[in-house]
């Protein structure tokens, strides 16, 4: 199993950014997926989880009306759109996948995870 995520970059306040993992040994319509951050000296964080059947979502309250969590079946990737961007942004991503079906905001939770990519918000 193997979770690919790409997409970071540097990018000024207000702009835009869209994270892909594109998944390979597992089928992401049948996972529930999420996005964590890791900004320097501080513990990962939940940013978003979606549902395997798509129906539920739940951001974390920062990100809450900026963020959008996805997935496309047909391409077995996930994305995280990133709208409004913020310095506090800033942050390693990753992306993981569950089995169980819970979505959580838990980082134990979650079996499968992506190497993380690189989100840098300059004021």
């Known amino acids: 199993v193997q979770l690919q995520a790409s997409g970071g970059g540097l990018v000024q306040a207000g702009g835009s950014l869209r994270l892909a993992c594109a998944a390979s040994?597992?089928?992401?319509?049948?996972?529930?997926i999420a996005w964590f951050r890791q900004a320097p000296g501080k513990e990962r964080e939940f940013v978003a989880t979606i549902g395997w059947r798509g129906t539920t979502a739940d951001y974390a309250d920062s990100v809450k009306g900026r963020f959008t969590i996805s997935r496309d079946n047909a391409k077995n990737t996930m994305y995280l759109q990133m709208d409004s961007l913020k310095p506090e942004d800033t942050a390693v991503y990753y992306c993981?996948?569950?089995?169980?079906?819970?979505?959580?905001?838990?980082?134990?939770?979650?079996?499968?995870w992506g190497q993380g990519t690189l989100v840098t918000v300059s004021s």
């Open positions: 993981a996948a569950d089995y169980s079906g819970q979505c959580s905001n838990k980082p134990l939770i979650y079996d499968h």
């Open positions: 040994g597992l089928t992401v319509s049948s996972y529930t």
